[in-house]
């Protein structure tokens, strides 16, 4: 499975569908791929508050319309990230678009661990309630997005849902950089499955971000690690990997707590 992991910053002084062209130019570049993976809230930048409801767009607007063109023109599966949605309702939420290779749209995910306490995110945006999973050809993809990362217990829900290679989109600061790959390392071995996470560069709304998009595999090994700024960071693993380990160190199979879970990763 070869993915790609587009890292990209958020210029301020670049309007909104200029991005928009200027990532689905990247997607693009990506033909070959099995999978595209692009940061979270690229198109108004994940601490640009002051932006959201501005920017905030509906299911079928100009983000997933780009993307699902790009995703198309290239032939890939494509999770473009996130979009800040607005919902019938007026509710914002941090949405997670994920395309196939025919630019249909596969799965929405509405992130469900809002991140700022009691600012920002936290309190402008609804909470999603329902974790998301891919059937991908090649591997079951577990969908999450950002402050998601610090959070096992969705991670466990997911493998029980049959994920097998984890996704984390994300706007990750540079001040909490080593959480991000402890954190990113945690969840591959806790789970015994891929995780693709992949963040932003630059610096946004005045927050420095982490960059640093990394791919581990189920054994917790580094594969590959980006540095900070703009960068595509490519890496190719062979799926079956996580068969092959949970049944080498079958350690999922000694769960005490969650037995309640609709079935058990083998």
Same mark, same amino acid.
């Not at 992991?5 to 689905?24: C, F, H, T």
């Not at 032939?75 to 509710?91: F, N, P, Q, Y």
């Given at each position: 499975?070869?993915?790609?992991?587009?890292?990209?910053?958020?210029?301020?002084?670049?309007?909104?569908?200029? =991005?928009?062209?200027?990532?689905?130019?990247?997607?693009?570049?990506?033909?070959?791929?099995?999978?595209?993976?692009?940061?979270?809230?690229?198109?108004?930048?994940?601490?640009?508050?002051?932006?959201?409801?501005?920017?905030?767009?509906?299911?079928?607007?100009?983000?997933?319309?780009?993307?699902?063109?790009?995703? =198309?023109?290239?032939?890939?599966?494509? @999770?473009?990230?996130?979009?800040?949605? +607005?919902?019938?309702?007026? $509710?914002?939420?941090?949405?997670?678009?994920?395309?196939?290779?025919?630019?249909?749209?596969?799965? $929405?995910?509405?992130?469900?661990?809002?991140?700022?306490?009691?600012?920002?995110?936290?309190?402008?945006?609804?909470? #999603?309630?329902?974790?998301?999973?891919?059937? @991908?050809?090649?591997?079951?993809?577990?969908?999450?997005?950002?402050?998601?990362?610090?959070?096992?217990?969705?991670?466990?829900? !997911?493998?029980?849902? #049959?994920?097998?290679? !984890?996704?984390?989109?994300?706007?990750?600061?540079? +001040?909490?950089?080593? @959480?991000?790959?402890?954190?990113?390392?945690?969840?591959?071995?806790?789970?015994?499955?891929?995780?693709?996470?992949?963040?932003?560069?630059? $610096? @946004?709304?005045?927050?420095?971000?982490?960059?640093?998009?990394?791919?581990?595999?189920?054994?917790?090994?580094?594969?590959?690690?980006?540095?900070?700024?703009?960068?595509?960071?490519?890496?190719?693993?062979?799926?079956? +990997?996580?068969?092959? $380990?949970?049944?080498?160190?079958?350690?999922?199979?000694? +769960?005490?707590?969650?037995?309640?879970?609709?079935?058990?990763?083998?």
């Amino acid at each position: 499975m070869r993915a790609s992991l587009i890292q990209i910053a958020v210029n301020p002084d670049e309007s909104v569908n200029s =991005r928009r062209e200027y990532v689905g130019s990247l997607v693009r570049e990506e033909a070959g791929a099995d999978l595209v993976v692009l940061p979270e809230l690229w198109p108004t930048g994940a601490f640009a508050y002051e932006l959201f409801a501005q920017e905030a767009e509906s299911l079928e607007g100009p983000t997933r319309e780009a993307m699902a063109k790009a995703a =198309r023109d290239a032939g890939v599966w494509l @999770h473009a990230g996130s979009i800040v949605e +607005r919902a019938s309702d007026g $509710t914002l939420y941090n949405t997670a678009l994920v395309f196939s290779p025919d630019g249909e749209l596969a799965a $929405t995910y509405r992130k469900i661990h809002r991140f700022g306490f009691d600012k920002g995110e936290a309190v402008m945006m609804g909470a #999603g309630t329902a974790p998301v999973t891919v059937a @991908h050809p090649a591997a079951t993809l577990g969908v999450t997005t950002c402050y998601d990362l610090r959070f096992p217990e969705l991670y466990r829900t !997911l493998v029980d849902q #049959g994920a097998e290679t !984890l996704i984390v989109s994300a706007g990750w600061p540079e +001040r909490r950089r080593a @959480h991000w790959t402890l954190l990113a390392q945690a969840r591959a071995v806790e789970n015994q499955c891929f995780v693709l996470a992949v963040g932003t560069a630059g $610096t @946004h709304a005045g927050v420095e971000q982490a960059g640093h998009s990394i791919a581990v595999d189920p054994w917790g090994e580094v594969l590959a690690e980006a540095g900070a700024g703009e960068e595509v960071l490519r890496v190719e693993f062979d799926p079956a +990997r996580v068969a092959a $380990t949970r049944e080498q160190f079958p350690a999922l199979k000694d +769960r005490v707590l969650g037995l309640d879970a609709p079935s058990r990763p083998r």
